[in-house]
């Protein structure tokens, strides 16, 4: 028996899959855009009526922000969610 043997680790053949932990985002994505939406509108009713004010111009900035960051993610797992079932 030769002295340099190769051995191999067992790891290497473990094929075991983890599986992702499912996010509200990801589990959610209509309800998630609705917030967004809802963000945005309120966004623009701030800028409209509200923007003589500072700490309302930054509120509607904050929510405008927060609310098409929430569209984007969650129309890319509603993409990525329905591709996977066809």
């Not at 992702?20 to 009713?45: D, E, N, Q, R, W």
């Not at 003589?52 to 569209?71: E, H, K, P």
Request: proline fraction near 3%; aromatic fraction near 6%.
């Amino acid at each position: 028996m030769p002295t340099n043997k190769h051995k191999r680790k067992a790891s290497a053949h473990s094929k075991v899959k983890i599986a992702k932990t499912p996010g509200l985002i990801t589990s959610h994505p209509k309800t998630i855009s609705l917030i967004g939406l809802f963000l945005v509108a309120i966004s623009m009713y701030l800028f409209v009526f509200e923007s003589q004010d500072d700490a309302m111009f930054g509120l509607g900035m904050l929510s405008l922000v927060t609310g098409m960051v929430l569209i984007i993610f969650a129309k890319m797992t509603g993409t990525n969610k329905n591709q996977e079932h066809v």
